[in-house]
Nanobody, 120 residues
Framework: QVQLQESGPGLVKPSQTLSLTCIVS??????????WSWIRQPPGKGLEFIGF???????YYNSSLKSRTSISWDTSRNQYTLQLTSVTPEDGGVYYC????????????WGQGTQVTVSS
């Protein structure tokens, strides 16, 4: 059973960098064809894909966020990290890490989500 757990600060100031970590258990993040992703849900809005990292294909980002997004990993700790720079209040919401299925067939495992507020 794959489990994912997000961690990171719940409050970030505008213009700063948001950094969240997803700890994965039950599977190696270096397994081919496993896409370790980040998704967010702003208040009152739908889910928004942010990006993923995969051992066999590297990283891929939502084009609307690409200039501010970086996803990296620590394979020794089996975890991956999201960094989103120059945040504004519009970047607030619930952030999820999730395992994306091949060919964009959905997500089969999710973290519980972590609330992020951007405010001074």
């Amino acid at each position: 059973q794959v489990q994912l757990q997000e961690s990171g600060p719940g409050l970030v100031k505008p213009s700063q960098t948001l950094s969240l970590t997803c700890i994965v258990s039950g599977a190696s993040i270096t397994t081919d064809n496993y896409y370790w992703s980040w998704i967010r849900q702003p208040p009152g809005k739908g889910l928004e894909f942010i990006g993923f990292i995969a051992h066999h294909s590297g990283t891929y980002y939502n084009s609307s966020l690409k200039s501010r997004t970086s996803i990296s990993w620590d394979t020794s700790r089996n975890q991956y990290t999201l960094q989103l720079t120059s945040v504004t209040p519009e970047d607030g919401g619930v952030y999820y890490c999730a395992k994306l299925l091949k060919n964009w067939l959905g997500y089969d495992y999710w973290g519980q989500g972590t609330q992020v507020t951007v405010s001074s």
